[in-house]
């Protein structure tokens, strides 16, 4: 019974790579995290190398896993409370100071008191978010005028700048480099664009790598201008059957719960709710 911490990739995926994939829903981050790292390398959001770590319950078997990419906060998979009070006891330990800490609503919270408890940083509750998963999709009835398409190279400014726009309204910390991670979600196939009967571009909807049968939407966005039209809503149906093209059992995303427009939203595209997520930022 313990943690396990490592800055091996390798080593992460073959002491709880079955148990990411056995929850894919309650694990989404880390495992779309874990994907990007795969694909573009350790240093993929930040020059520090990242940390991993495995738990194992009482009974010897994975139980919770959790890993963070500086300068990012922790991230926690699915793990008891107990795990995540033992995490932070360990990380205090070992002289680490994450300025957040992200996962599951009770398993966050139960970090920051324990961190709290062990180091004397106080914490906050930074936003809370709900995460759905997708039961049978209800496209809008009378969608907007336009269609849906892939974002292209010629897009890289317009998404650059969205991508930093969306982080910004969101209060979450926007890329190091919005034209690389532009560049890398052109490429990678991830982002649509709504673009209307005018060629004009006015939203902008990602979508995760399918992995372990699991797609998580996000961002999406749509300049304040352009909001009230509908095209967030028609977007967020093609972006999602492009998930489902690419390999994806289930669809997931997460919505800011201060935010009633989105969540019914999303709800009446199909989407029904799982858990709840918090964020804590520490002071």
Do not use: K
């Not at 790598?209 to 093609?238: E, F, K, Q």
Request: glycine share 8%.
């Amino acid at each position: 019974m313990g943690w396990t911490l490592t800055t091996s990739l390798d080593d992460f995926r073959t002491a709880a790579g079955e148990f990411l994939a056995a929850d894919p829903a309650e694990n989404t981050v880390l495992l779309t995290i874990l994907d990007r790292l795969t694909r573009d390398g350790l240093h993929a959001y930040g020059d520090r190398s990242p940390v991993f770590g495995w738990w194992h319950g009482p009974d010897g078997a994975v139980a919770g896993a959790c890993l963070r990419t500086p300068p990012y906060g922790q991230r926690l998979g699915r793990m008891p409370a107990v795990a995540a009070e033992e995490l932070a006891r360990r990380l205090a330990a070992d002289g680490e100071r994450p300025d957040a800490v992200g996962g599951e609503h009770g398993t966050a919270l139960a970090f920051a008191a324990e961190w709290h408890r062990t180091t004397g940083i106080t914490w906050r509750l930074d936003h809370t978010e709900r995460l759905f998963r997708l039961g049978e999709l209800t496209p809008p009835p009378a969608p907007p005028a336009g269609r849906a398409r892939l974002a292209a190279p010629a897009d890289r400014e317009t998404v650059a700048q969205w991508l930093v726009d969306f982080c910004v309204e969101a209060e979450l910390r926007a890329p190091a480099d919005p034209f690389a991670d532009a560049d890398q979600r052109i490429a990678a196939e991830t982002l649509l664009l709504w673009e209307t009967d005018g060629r004009r571009v006015v939203a902008l909807a990602g979508a995760s790598p399918a992995v372990a049968g699991m797609s998580r939407i996000g961002p999406v966005y749509t300049p304040p201008a352009d909001r009230g039209h509908g095209y967030a809503s028609a977007l967020t149906a093609a972006v999602t059957v492009h998930a489902q093209s690419r390999g994806a059992d289930e669809v997931l995303l997460y919505t800011d719960l201060s935010n009633p427009v989105s969540n019914a939203i999303y709800q009446r595209l199909g989407y029904r709710p799982v858990n709840d997520a918090a964020e804590v930022a520490f002071e």
